[in-house]
């Protein structure tokens, strides 16, 4: 089963900034587009964007343009989404997904997911 | 953007009992080129991320128990389970890839009754 591995919870004052990873095994980073979808508690599904990680090419939601930042380290096989000027909505779990291929796929492996809690 | 609505928003059902779900696009995620349906349905159960139950609309992932199936093309689409486990209790959503940006339904929530 392939393991997507998401770094720890955060708790983060309004305004602030989150980096969020997700490591991935050597041949998902190479063969697969990752997406990254949040879940506001008790809310459903919101896709943010994807990001190839060999070219490193990104497409955010609109909603998100602007103050979210998709990267990669192809050294450590790893993923990253960043948001910035967080506020209270932006509390939610966040999750990485693979693309079941070069991004024109479904997502068919999932993180474990990352809570972001953004509160003063 | 392709607006993806479920049906119902919550449903209650029988152990051994069939439940259906209901999902519906904006506009088509129908594929002309290969005749494939851009849809794909996942299960999420507490606490836990999302697994792939049922992509191209009607294609069961592997490992999948074939109570669950697929169906519908175009912009309707259906989830159905044919014996309600009590291990099915989750929140079931629909997705499109046919475009970016990829949207979910809002989810089902199924109980049982």
């Known amino acids: 089963q392939v393991q997507l591995v998401q770094s720890g919870a955060e708790v983060k004052k309004p305004g602030a900034s989150v980096k969020v990873s997700c490591k991935a095994p050597?041949?998902?980073?190479?063969?697969?587009?990752m997406h990254w979808v949040r879940q506001a508690p008790g809310q459903g599904l919101e896709w943010m964007g994807i990001i190839n990680p060999s070219g490193g090419s990104t497409t955010y939601a609109q909603k998100f343009q602007g103050r979210v930042t998709m990267t990669r380290d192809t050294s450590t096989n790893t993923v990253y989404m960043e948001m910035s000027s967080l506020r209270s909505e932006d509390t939610a779990v966040y999750y990485c997904?693979?693309?079941?291929?070069?991004?024109?796929?479904?997502?068919?492996?999932w993180g474990q997911g990352t809570l972001v809690t953004v509160s003063s | 953007d392709i607006v993806m609505t479920q049906s119902p928003d919550s449903l209650a059902v029988s152990l051994g009992e069939r439940a259906t779900i209901n999902c519906k696009s904006s506009q088509s995620v129908l594929n002309t080129s290969n005749n494939k349906n851009y849809l794909v349905w996942y299960q999420q159960k507490s606490g836990q991320p999302p697994n792939v139950l049922i992509y191209?609309?009607?294609t069961r992932e592997s490992g999948v128990p074939d109570r669950f199936s697929g169906s519908g093309s175009g912009t309707d689409f259906t989830l159905t389970i044919s014996s309600l486990q009590a291990e099915d209790v989750a929140v079931y959503y629909c997705?499109?890839?046919?475009?970016?940006?990829?949207?979910f339904g809002q989810g089902t929530k199924l109980e049982i009754k």
């Open positions: 050597a041949d998902t980073f190479t063969r697969h587009y």
């Open positions: 191209w609309a009607s």
């Open positions: 997904a693979r693309d079941r291929g070069l991004g024109g796929g479904w997502l068919d492996r």
């Open positions: 997705q499109q890839y046919y475009s970016t940006p990829r949207t």
